[in-house]
């Protein structure tokens, strides 16, 4: 356990349902991480937050994505009107700017499966 | 950041060391290594980096070659729960991680 935090771990919906995902980070760090990986795949990168401001995005983030952090702490990623290639595990990673190494912990990710 | 080249797949016996190769070529003076793991249907789990001198924690060593071009990553005491696939990344620091597709070790008894 790394001390991120995601819920839910599973999540079934059909196509076009909007969901929510959210992530819990270690308390004292300020960055968060949010990360797509699809079956037989390493992780891709998607968007990440210091503190509340989202800092960057990939071109992966389809209008379809937001992603918030509105207090600097937990983070939602949002998903409008979802479709079968959005079928992934979706992975949170956060860590500490201003530390030695601003190494990235994992959480345990929320697979969503999209009908 | 540098691309990263590992083997697909690897096996090694249960209680021997695993040597996990990795070639980053084009690898630049600050950019560190960092490997993860990531078990099935896990998150990755961090365990080790550097920048250039070995490095070694309870999980495994790290060790970078003089030119910085390539790396292995070893566990020294392999057991079946170390079977997952093994990710070797090369990232400036503050960049985000940019995996590639790992390698698959699997540790049979």
């Known amino acids: 356990d790394t001390g991120v935090s995601q819920d839910p771990r599973h999540k079934i919906t059909k196509r076009g349902q909007n969901v929510t995902f959210r992530c819990d980070p270690i308390s004292e760090h300020n960055r968060l991480y949010w990360y797509r990986q699809t079956l037989g795949q390493g992780p891709e990168f998607l968007t990440y937050f210091q503190n509340e401001a989202q800092l960057e995005k990939s071109r992966l983030l389809s209008d379809r994505f937001s992603a918030e952090r509105p207090k600097g702490s937990f983070s939602t990623l949002e998903i409008q009107r979802t479709e079968q290639g959005d079928s992934a595990m979706y992975l949170c990673?956060?860590?500490?700017?201003?530390?030695?190494?601003?190494?990235?912990?994992f959480g345990p990710g929320t697979r969503l499966t999209v009908l | 950041d540098a691309k990263t080249t590992q083997p697909p797949s690897m096996d090694c016996a249960e209680g021997r060391a695993a040597n996990l190769p990795c070639n980053h070529s084009t690898i630049s003076g600050n950019e560190y290594v960092y490997w993860y793991r990531q078990i099935h249907s896990q998150g990755p789990q961090y365990i080790i980096h550097g920048l250039k001198n070995n490095e070694t924690n309870e999980m495994a060593s790290l060790i970078i070659t003089e030119d910085r071009k390539s790396s292995t990553l070893i566990l020294p005491h392999a057991t079946l729960r170390d079977t997952a696939v093994y990710y070797c990344i090369v990232r400036v620091e503050d960049n985000d991680m940019r995996f590639g597709a790992g390698t698959r070790l699997t540790v049979k008894p």
């Open positions: 990673a956060s860590s500490l700017r201003g530390s030695r190494t601003d190494t990235q912990y």
